[in-house]
């Protein structure tokens, strides 16, 4: 499902979808590494095991479910991604997740904890992942393309890449590989940086007043002193 999500993304060049694989994908890998290790931890027996007697540390591979974990793991972020303003599709991807659970226990794979622990889990990372790798900027699109960073956003990047820019110069320098001036390496190693992190940037409203220029509303960037020569 979450290959399929992806190459329809791809495909169309569908942004959300694209993104909705992947984080399905991440959610399930998390999952199974989580669902893998306390498998191997706590080795509780299935119910058709011992008359149903659920021991745990007994050699078998009930705790937690697997197929519940996976299931609320991928509906999870289905339903983030899609059911935020469509409760049909948010209804419809835990509706399933919850037909899957339960599934593995009116067929006796697994005992009612198995399920309820399995899906917490699943949803608890397919949560996670969602909230610390989804792109916000869909949320105010259609989702068939990413919305293109604004002049600060792009002013931002530039200037951290300045930085580090300067301090690679720095680390060259420092090992005798370049030529520069003493005093022409202390103005990239101090003026940019405290342009930067003083300034809030070079452009934008910074921190301090002092560093920025007001036009008619619009702030200009900030301007260094002069590189010596």
């Known amino acids: 499902m979450a290959a399929a999500f992806y190459l329809v993304g791809r495909t169309n060049h569908n942004a959300r979808a694209r993104e909705t694989g992947l984080l399905a994908a991440e959610a399930l890998l998390d999952t199974g590494i989580v669902v893998a290790a306390l498998k191997t ?4 027996q299935r119910p058709p095991v011992d008359h149903a007697s659920g021991e745990f540390f007994d050699r078998g591979t009930s705790f937690p479910s697997g197929h519940a974990a996976n299931a609320w793991a991928l509906a999870t972020v289905v339903a983030k991604e899609y059911g935020q303003h469509r409760p049909l599709v948010r209804f419809g991807a835990y509706g399933i997740a919850t037909a899957v659970s339960l599934s593995r226990y009116t067929g006796t794979n697994h005992f009612l904890s198995d399920i309820l622990i399995g899906s917490a889990i699943g949803y608890g990372i397919g949560s996670y992942v969602y909230r610390e790798h989804h792109d916000s900027s869909l949320d105010n699109e259609s989702g068939r393309s990413r919305k293109r960073a604004s002049p600060s956003q792009d002013c931002s990047l530039r200037s951290r890449q300045h930085i580090a820019g300067a301090v690679t110069l720095m680390g060259l320098c420092s090992g005798g590989v370049c030529e520069v001036s003493p005093a022409k390496l202390g103005w990239y190693f101090t003026t940019l940086p ?15 007043p002092r560093r920025q220029e007001s036009q008619g509303g619009r702030f200009l960037p900030w301007r260094p002193s002069p590189l010596p020569s």
């Open 41 to 44: 931890v706590s080795q509780r």
């Open 194 to 208: 405290t342009g930067y992190f003083a300034g809030g940037g070079f452009c934008g409203p910074g921190s301090d």
